[in-house]
T-cell receptor, first 111, second 112 residues
Framework: GEDVEQSLFLSVREGDSSVINCTYT??????LYWYKQEPGAGLQLLTY?????DMKQDQRLTVLLNKKDKHLSLRIADTQTGDSAIYFC???????????FGSGTKLNVKP | KAGVTQTPRYLIKTRGQQVTLSCSPI?????VSWYQQTPGQGLQFLFE???????NKGNFPGRFSGRQFSNSRSEMNVSTLELGDSALYLC???????????FGPGTRLTVL
């Protein structure tokens, strides 16, 4: 991705919380997104946050945005084996029409 | 509501050939974007179409082209295929602005 960075791997035990981090560099980012990709499948939109928000919660998912540090995180509570996938952070910039994706974080959930 | 569909799901071609991939967006969605996903480069934006017009374009050579029809269905064409074009090609649709995109399952292209 262009200036969107994520760590490559994360391993957690079932029932624990997972925190996936992302940093971006463009201050004109308007929306920031988290997508999930399972093997052999396309990307599934999990959640998104507008750049003037600090936090968004949606069931087991919590998104935190630190705009000053250009840092985005996704917390998955009570992680399940079905959460094992690659998670992509993405940003859309001023004109909305171009998305920039991170390289993805592979989450491995151990039983 | 049916999701984004892409055909074919898998394709094998040889160098020098050309290929056309198809994407049918979610009913009512007018914006269609295309992405190339490879292990080395990750997800890269190819182009976006809205109302049969290309609104935005990524940094890909002219061998990569696309179009959108009046029913919002979109096709992507790659001419003179190279080995490096082997990738998963993903299509995404949204209502107007691509603010919330919904992705199809992708077309896996292998160039031999």
């Amino acid at each position: 991705g262009e200036d969107v960075e994520q760590s490559l791997f994360l391993s957690v035990r079932e029932g624990d919380s997972s925190v996936i981090n992302c940093t971006y560099t463009d201050s004109s980012s308007t929306y920031l997104y988290w997508y999930k990709q399972e093997p052999g499948a396309g990307l599934q939109l999990l959640t998104y946050i507008f750049s003037n928000m600090d936090m968004k919660q949606d069931q087991r998912l919590t998104v935190l945005l630190n705009k000053k540090d250009k840092h985005l995180s996704l917390r998955i509570a009570d992680t399940q084996t079905g959460d094992s996938a690659i998670y992509f952070c993405a940003e859309s910039r001023y004109n909305f029409n171009k998305f920039y994706f991170g390289s993805g974080t592979k989450l491995n959930v151990k039983p | 509501k049916a999701g984004v569909t892409q055909t074919p799901r898998y394709l094998i071609k040889t160098r020098g050939q050309q290929v056309t991939l198809s994407c049918s967006p979610i009913s009512g969605h007018r914006s269609v974007s295309w992405y190339q996903q490879t292990p080395g480069q990750g997800l890269q934006f190819l182009f976006e179409y809205f109302s049969e017009t290309q609104r935005n374009k990524g940094n890909f050579p002219g061998r990569f082209s696309g179009r959108q029809f009046s029913n919002s269905r979109s096709e992507m064409n790659v001419s003179t295929l190279e080995l490096g074009d082997s990738a998963l090609y993903l299509c995404a649709s949204s209502l107007e602005e691509p603010h919330t995109q919904y992705f199809g399952p992708g077309t896996r292209l292998t160039v031999l």
